[in-house]
């Protein structure tokens, strides 16, 4: 955590204390609304890690660490719309400079002029292809199905990825539409996090000028890369179990319970961001994946034992404990790979 609170931490503290807590519970149930997403627009949010040439903050990783605690704990339906926006940031970021798509794009991203989605993560499923990418005019067709799409109706833009006959993965933006060769599904129904309108989307023949290419990778090579940063624990985690122990805190018999669970936070906290830090992506990835289970280990304690505290009237669907307890439900999957996925598991069978 930082010490002395950046400007944007600041601007995080207020829009959930004014905006987001109050209207938790109602957008858990009706949905992310528009002005909740000007309002993150407007706090300079999105640009927490975008760079200051391009109208970003540029802040360190701890700043934006931060800020993601506070959104996640306070509505993290809000948080995991906009969450998907800094992907595509930094992706930007990183890319060649003159780069057509990168000048076209990171300006507006790094305002909040635009927000981004993505739909990318089925690239890990390998060596499943749910969406094939053939080159086409110039440019690249994208046929398939995209199985989660957040924001659908929020987001101004997507990064999409596919993987080539060659094992390649074209990562393009488009606009977050229907258009020829995109159609989304209904919004799905889901035990936790209906609210960030997440769909599926149908490519049949979806095609994006060359231009619209940020990078092609190999994808042995992007497994290399994105496993390593996968295996990281999610800052949401540690927001959704700070908030749970807020509740337990306003329950006099449950102090001495989040006293203990709020240092056990505590040390996760600083080990698994000390690793986050660490200069080489792909060493500790076990201890990685050991601390990303035990902080969801911690996660689970803090939200059952804010249902516990909270008693029947934690089963109100309108009640925040057992909104915290669905959405560290959702965070058990949200980004899970084939190697988290077994070491979770592993974990919890000793």
Request: charged share 25%; glycine share 10%.
């Amino acid at each position: 955590m930082t010490t002395t609170p950046h400007p944007l931490v600041t601007r995080a503290r207020r829009l959930a204390d004014e905006l987001l807590v109050p209207s938790a519970s109602r957008v858990d149930q009706e949905g992310v609304p528009v002005s909740h997403i000007g309002a993150v627009r407007r706090s300079g949010l999105l640009g927490v890690s975008a760079p200051g040439e391009y109208g970003g903050a540029g802040a360190p990783d701890a700043v934006a660490r931060e800020t993601a605690e506070i959104l996640a704990g306070a509505c993290c339906s809000t948080w995991f719309v906009q969450t998907q926006h800094h992907t595509p940031v930094r992706l930007l970021a990183r890319a060649e400079r003159g780069l057509p798509v990168r000048e076209r794009l990171l300006p507006a991203l790094a305002t909040g002029e635009l927000l981004s989605g993505v739909a990318y993560a089925h690239v890990r499923g390998w060596p499943r292809v749910p969406v094939r990418v053939t080159p086409e005019r110039g440019g690249w067709r994208f046929d398939g199905t995209v199985p989660w799409y957040t924001g659908w109706g929020l987001n101004d833009v997507l990064l999409l990825a596919g993987v080539t006959d060659d094992a390649e993965v074209v990562f393009a933006f488009t606009d977050a539409r229907e258009q020829p060769g995109l159609r989304p599904s209904p919004p799905m129904r889901l035990a936790a996090l209906t609210a960030a309108r997440t769909v599926s989307l149908a490519l049949d023949g979806l095609w994006v000028p060359g231009e619209a290419v940020v990078v092609r990778r190999d994808r042995a090579e992007f497994a290399r890369t994105d496993i390593p940063r996968s295996a990281n624990t999610s800052p949401a985690v540690f927001g959704v179990a700070s908030a749970a122990l807020d509740l337990l805190d306003g329950v006099p018999d449950a102090r001495d319970t989040a006293a203990a669970l709020r240092r056990r936070l505590d040390g996760l906290r600083r080990r698994a961001y000390a690793l986050a830090d660490h200069p080489v992506p792909h060493e500790h990835v076990e201890e990685r994946l050991e601390l990303r289970a035990r902080s969801h280990d911690l996660l689970r304690a803090a939200t059952t034992a804010a249902v516990v505290a909270g008693g029947g009237r934690a089963m109100d669907l309108g009640g925040t404990a057992q909104r915290l307890a669905r959405e560290a439900m959702f965070l058990l999957v949200q980004g899970q790979t084939a190697p988290v996925r077994r070491a979770h598991l592993a974990a919890l069978g000793t």
